[in-house]
T-cell receptor, first 111, second 112 residues
Framework: QQQVKQSPQSLIVQKGGISIINCAYENTAFDYFPWYQQFPGKGPALLIAIRPDVSEKKEGRFTISFNKSAKQFSLHIMDSQPGDSATYFC??????????FGAGTRLTVKP | DAGITQSPRHKVTETGTPVTLRCHQTENHRYMYWYRQDPGHGLRLIHYSYGVKDTDKGEVSDGYSVSRSKTEDFLLTLESATSSQTSVYFCAASFQGATEAFFGQGTRLTVV
């Protein structure tokens, strides 16, 4: 079964709007939660990551919110731009080796 | 691509034939990973390596084997390719586990 569940599968947002992607995990041993961005024909690239000792991390227009008790974390993209159109993956890792990914969210930002 | 090169980039092979995909990295990453990407499943870990000759299974390892004889090279072998192994395969590498992983460009494999 998928250890990291991601929603929605696809998301359409107007330029300037807020994009929100959610992930939930089951294994409380996970201790590293990254988000990856993937453009067509390319490999995923790290966007932002958080560890469970903080509840929020912000880098530019991208923010991760983390709720340890609910075992959920989310990516917020403020002022979404057409260049943000890509597939986004959440992931979770533990034991310093095994990283599990969500199924991905295809984001489209309309001009 | 952070110094990670996959070869070949595209391959079509017949059912039952062995196939080897190569991942080469130039940044001296300790950890290397092979994932497959399929619609609706995201990226699923096949095998990973935490050092030369040190490998372990991921969540979808059946039908695959790996070898790492040098720090810079991580090979993925499909011992007898099946149509269910048609996928896009990504290699990744990281300096430590549970830290940023750098991905290659992917290999699109079609088994006919």
């Amino acid at each position: 079964q998928q250890q990291v569940k991601q929603s929605p599968q696809s998301l359409i947002v107007q330029k300037g709007g807020i994009s929100i992607i959610n992930c939930a995990y089951e294994n409380t041993a996970f201790d590293y939660f990254p988000w990856y961005q993937q453009f067509p024909g390319k490999g995923p690239a790290l966007l932002i990551a958080i560890r469970p000792d903080v509840s929020e991390k912000k880098e530019g227009r991208f923010t991760i919110s983390f709720n340890k008790s609910a075992k959920q974390f989310s990516l917020h993209i403020m002022d979404s731009q057409p260049g943000d159109s890509a597939t986004y993956f959440c992931a979770a890792s533990y034991n310093n080796n095994d990283m599990r990914f969500g199924a991905g969210t295809r984001l489209t930002v309309k001009p | 691509d952070a110094g990670i090169t996959q070869s070949p980039r595209h391959k079509v092979t017949e059912t039952g034939t062995p196939v080897t995909l190569r991942c080469h990295q130039t940044e001296n990453h300790r950890y290397m990973y092979w994932y497959r990407q399929d619609p609706g499943h995201g990226l699923r870990l096949i095998h990973y390596s935490y050092g030369v000759k040190d490998t372990d299974k991921g969540e979808v390892s059946d039908g695959y084997s790996v070898s790492r004889s040098k720090t810079e090279d991580f090979l993925l072998t499909l011992e007898s390719a099946t149509s269910s192994q048609t996928s896009v395969y990504f290699c990744a590498a990281s300096f430590q586990g549970a830290t940023e992983a750098f991905f290659g460009q992917g290999t699109r494999l079609t088994v006919v």
